[in-house]
C-alpha cells in the first residue's frame, strides 16, 4: 500500500517538474516573442521612413524634370504635380496638373499637346532612374502638339539630350521636329522602293 502511494507520488512529482519545465519554456518563448515583436515595430518604421524618403525624392525628381519640360513648351501655364498615397496595401501615385491654382486632370482637362509632354517627360524620367543604355527612341512624339509649339519641343528634346547625355531617336512626320535633329535619315518610298536618304541636321 505504501509502495504505491510512494510511485503514485513520485509519478505526480515528475509531471510537476514537467509542467515547471513547460512554464519556464513557455515564459522564455514569451519574451522572445515579445523581443521579437519590439524588432519587428522598429523595423517595419524603419522600413515606412526609408520608402517615405524615397517617395519624397522620387516626386521632387519627378516633378523637377516633368515641369521643366512643360516650362519650356508651355511656360508658366502648368504646375505637374505628384501625390503618393497607401491604397490596399501597395503605395498609389496620383499624377495632375495645375493650372490657375486649380487641379486638373492631365488625360481628361487638357490638350493633347500637354499631354505628349508629360509622357515624354514621364518616359525620360523611368529612363534615367533604371540601369538602361544612353540611347532611347520614341516613336512619333509630340503628333498631338500644335504646329507653332513643336520649334519649342524641338528645342527641348536638344536640350534634354544634352543634359542627361541621352542618344534621342525619333520617328517623325514634322519638319519642325526634325529640323533640329543632329542628324535626319529620310525615308520616302517610290514604285514600293523605299529608298533612305541621310542629311545632317542642325547640330549644336
Not at 510537476?16 to 521579437?36: G, N
Not at 516633378?63 to 501597395?90: E, H, M
Not at 520617328?171 to 533612305?196: G, N, Y
Request: aromatic share 8%.
Amino acid at each position: 500500500m505504501i509502495a504505491d502511494w510512494k510511485a503514485r507520488l513520485n509519478k505526480l512529482e515528475g509531471e510537476r517538474d514537467t509542467y515547471k519545465a513547460q512554464q519556464t519554456a513557455l515564459v522564455t518563448r514569451i519574451v522572445e516573442i515579445k523581443t521579437e515583436s519590439e524588432v519587428l515595430e522598429r523595423s517595419q518604421a524603419l522600413i515606412q521612413l526609408t520608402a517615405e524618403e524615397t517617395q519624397n525624392q522620387l516626386r521632387f525628381h519627378l516633378q523637377d524634370l516633368v515641369n521643366a519640360a512643360l516650362d519650356s513648351v508651355f511656360p508658366g501655364v502648368y504646375d505637374f504635380r505628384i501625390d503618393f498615397t497607401p491604397k490596399n496595401g501597395t503605395t498609389v501615385a496620383d499624377l495632375y496638373l495645375l493650372k490657375d491654382g486649380c487641379r486638373v486632370d492631365p488625360m481628361d482637362s487638357s490638350g493633347g499637346g500637354v499631354v505628349d509632354v508629360v509622357c515624354f517627360a514621364l518616359r525620360l524620367v523611368a529612363w534615367s532612374i533604371g540601369k538602361t543604355d544612353n540611347v532611347i527612341v520614341f516613336d512619333e512624339p509630340m503628333k498631338w502638339l500644335s504646329v507653332g509649339l513643336r520649334p519649342l519641343a524641338g528645342e527641348l528634346f536638344r536640350k534634354l539630350s544634352h543634359q542627361l547625355g541621352i542618344q534621342m531617336i525619333y520617328v517623325t512626320h514634322d519638319p519642325e521636329l526634325a529640323d533640329v535633329a543632329d542628324r535626319i535619315f529620310e525615308v520616302s518610298q517610290v514604285d514600293e522602293i523605299s529608298k533612305v536618304t541621310v542629311k545632317e541636321g542642325t547640330p549644336q
